[in-house]
């Protein structure tokens, strides 16, 4: 808390044990009022501290701009509509300390006084408080905070612009019939139950595919068909391409430190899943991202996951074994 601020709540406690004083209050209602103020004092500190966080330019850790705001309290709504009229009526040199001990002091005596013209000022920031709060629950509920890869990209770098080139032209690895019936089903499932959370739509169009797997009607050979084609588009540009230095980089193991000679072991399960969900989503990544263009990359993965978690083991396995030289 700065220096202003603690000015500006020792002189409101000034004032309200002087007006005590005045008034000739016995020490027991003295107290009594005194606790009704608590409220008031942990709003002066809050309204201090976002003062503080605008005015703070300079953050070395970025902040998420998409992360919902908190919700207000009544007396930080009441100061930002009053403050234009008060510095007007305290003159326009009047410092922004004065300012806002006035608002506070002129609140403290509107939640006080037992007018209803004044209780009825009350009851409208407070209303307005608690559709605010109600606000920020209802988008905390949806609210994906970002990565670590998100916040780090997020963060300026000095003297390096980001290159608009892709990083790689590889070409992209031959899709399953899956992930084809997906992108087709996707938007149509998503119009027919306009309530089901995304996790709650792949798992849905998992349980049709499945559905039309077992059946091994004319609608699974056309999934099956377009993913044989694709799968040979893949190994027809695979002929052609030729690996550029980023590519040659990309697929260069991160070093490692000297260890003795171990035998090689059987692959593991957890192998597969590392390696074999690596290639799964490289391969799928853009559509996902096509088919859901407002998701953040955490939730784009996210639903990679979910599609993957959906394949049997013979798939997974096949995705692992895919150009393994």
């Not at 408080?129 to 920020?136: G, N, P, T, V, Y």
């Not at 190994?235 to 697929?251: G, I, N």
Request: charged residues 45%; proline residues 6%.
């Amino acid at each position: 808390m700065s220096h202003t601020a603690a000015n500006n709540i020792m002189g409101f406690v000034k004032d309200f044990f002087t007006n005590a004083l005045e008034e000739g209050y016995s020490q027991a209602k003295a107290m009594k009022l005194w606790e009704e103020q608590v409220d008031t004092i942990k709003e002066m500190i809050d309204d201090s501290m976002v003062a503080k966080k605008e005015a703070k330019k300079k953050d070395s850790s970025p902040k998420d701009p998409n992360k919902p705001k908190k919700g207000r309290s009544p007396y930080i709504f009441y100061a930002k509509d009053t403050r234009p009229s008060v510095k007007k009526e305290l003159g326009e040199d009047v410092k922004g300390t004065e300012v806002t001990k006035e608002i506070a002091a002129r609140w403290r005596k509107i939640k006080d006084s037992p007018k209803k013209a004044d209780k009825a000022i009350v009851a409208k920031y407070t209303k307005i408080a608690d559709k605010d709060k109600e606000r920020a629950s209802k988008e905390m509920e949806t609210y994906e905070p970002p990565t670590e890869e998100e916040i780090l990209a997020a963060k300026p770098k000095r003297g390096r612009k980001p290159s608009t080139e892709p990083k790689s032209k590889k070409p992209i690895k031959g899709r399953n019939a899956y992930i084809f019936y997906c992108a087709d089903h996707r938007q149509e499932t998503k119009e027919e139950n306009p309530k089901l959370q995304p996790k709650e739509i792949t798992k849905l169009l998992s349980e049709m595919w499945k559905e039309v797997k077992e059946d091994e009607g004319d609608e699974f050979m056309y999934y099956k068909k377009k993913s044989d084609e694709d799968k040979k588009r893949y190994e027809k540009e695979m002929e052609t391409y030729e690996p550029s230095d980023d590519d040659e980089d990309e697929e260069k193991p991160p070093p490692k430190k000297a260890k003795k000679e171990i035998a090689i072991k059987k692959t593991t399960s957890k192998q597969i899943e590392t390696v074999g969900f690596k290639k799964f989503s490289n391969a799928n990544r853009e559509d996902v991202k096509e088919e859901n263009p407002d998701f953040k990359p955490a939730q784009i993965t996210k639903l990679l996951k979910e599609e993957w978690d959906d394949l049997d083991d013979d798939e997974k396995k096949e995705w692992f074994e895919e150009d393994q030289e």
